[in-house]
C-alpha cells in the first residue's frame, strides 16, 4: 500500500476517533519511516504514552522500543524489541528493529546478524535486504553486498533499489 494512502487513512480513523491508540501508534511508524524525528511524531509518542492502556502488551513495549530509538538510545531500543521478538519469535519486525539499531550503531555484524533472522521468516522482506546490503557494504564485501541488492531489486523494483544497487557498485573491492 502507497504510505501516502496510509498515512491518509490513518489520520481519517484517528478524525473520527481520536482515542484510536492503535493507529496513533501505527500513524506514528509510517511518520517515522518517511521523515525521522518530526513535531508530529514525536507529539504523537506523548499522546501514545498518556494512553497506554489501550494498547496491546507487545504494542506497548513497542511504544518503548520506538521511544528509546527517537531518543537516539538505540542501544536502550534493542531490548525492547528483544522481548517483543520472544514473545512473537515469528515476527519478523521486531529482529529488523534489533537490526536497524545495530545498523544505526555502526555495529555491522550484529546488524547483519539480525538482518538474518528476519529474513529466515520472510525471505521476500525487501527492507531487511537493502539493508542487509547496506551492512555489507560498509563492510566493504561488495560481492555480498550486490548479492543482497540483487535480491532487493527483484523483490522491488522502485527508484529507491536501483539507488541501492548503484551504491553497491561504488564500493572499493
Given at each position: 500500500?502507497?504510505?501516502?494512502?496510509?498515512?491518509?487513512?490513518l489520520q481519517k480513523a484517528i478524525h473520527y476517533d481520536p482515542g484510536f491508540t492503535l493507529a496513533k501508534l501505527k500513524l506514528l511508524e509510517?511518520?517515522?519511516?518517511?521523515?525521522?524525528?518530526?513535531?508530529?511524531?514525536?507529539?504523537?509518542?506523548?499522546?501514545?504514552?498518556?494512553?497506554?492502556?489501550?494498547?496491546?502488551?507487545?504494542?506497548?513495549?513497542?511504544?518503548?522500543?520506538?521511544?528509546?530509538?527517537?531518543?537516539?538510545?538505540?542501544?536502550?531500543?534493542?531490548?525492547?524489541?528483544?522481548?517483543?521478538?520472544?514473545?512473537?519469535?515469528?515476527?519478523?519486525?521486531?529482529?529488523?528493529?534489533?537490526?536497524?539499531?545495530?545498523?544505526?550503531?555502526?555495529?555491522?555484524?550484529?546488524?547483519?546478524?539480525?538482518?538474518?533472522?528476519?529474513?529466515?521468516?520472510?525471505?521476500?522482506?525487501?527492507?531487511?535486504?537493502?539493508?542487509?546490503?547496506?551492512?555489507?557494504?560498509?563492510?566493504?564485501?561488495?560481492?555480498?553486498?550486490?548479492?543482497?541488492?540483487?535480491?532487493?531489486?527483484?523483490?522491488?523494483?522502485?527508484?529507491?533499489?536501483?539507488?541501492?544497487?548503484?551504491?553497491?557498485?561504488?564500493?572499493?573491492?
Amino acid at each position: 500500500m502507497d504510505k501516502t494512502v496510509a498515512i491518509t487513512e490513518l489520520q481519517k480513523a484517528i478524525h473520527y476517533d481520536p482515542g484510536f491508540t492503535l493507529a496513533k501508534l501505527k500513524l506514528l511508524e509510517v511518520l517515522r519511516f518517511e521523515g525521522g524525528n518530526t513535531d508530529e511524531v514525536k507529539n504523537l509518542l506523548t499522546d501514545i504514552k498518556s494512553n497506554l492502556s489501550n494498547l496491546s502488551y507487545i504494542d506497548s513495549i513497542r511504544v518503548l522500543a520506538t521511544e528509546k530509538s527517537i531518543e537516539g538510545l538505540y542501544l536502550s531500543a534493542i531490548p525492547y524489541y528483544q522481548q517483543i521478538a520472544e514473545k512473537l519469535p515469528h515476527d519478523r519486525y521486531s529482529y529488523y528493529e534489533i537490526a536497524e539499531s545495530y545498523y544505526t550503531l555502526c555495529e555491522n555484524d550484529k546488524a547483519i546478524e539480525y538482518y538474518q533472522k528476519a529474513l529466515a521468516r520472510d525471505t521476500n522482506f525487501a527492507l531487511a535486504l537493502n539493508h542487509m546490503g547496506y551492512s555489507y557494504s560498509n563492510k566493504y564485501d561488495s560481492e555480498m553486498a550486490l548479492k543482497y541488492f540483487r535480491r532487493y531489486l527483484e523483490i522491488d523494483s522502485s527508484a529507491n533499489a536501483f539507488d541501492s544497487m548503484g551504491d553497491g557498485f561504488l564500493q572499493p573491492e
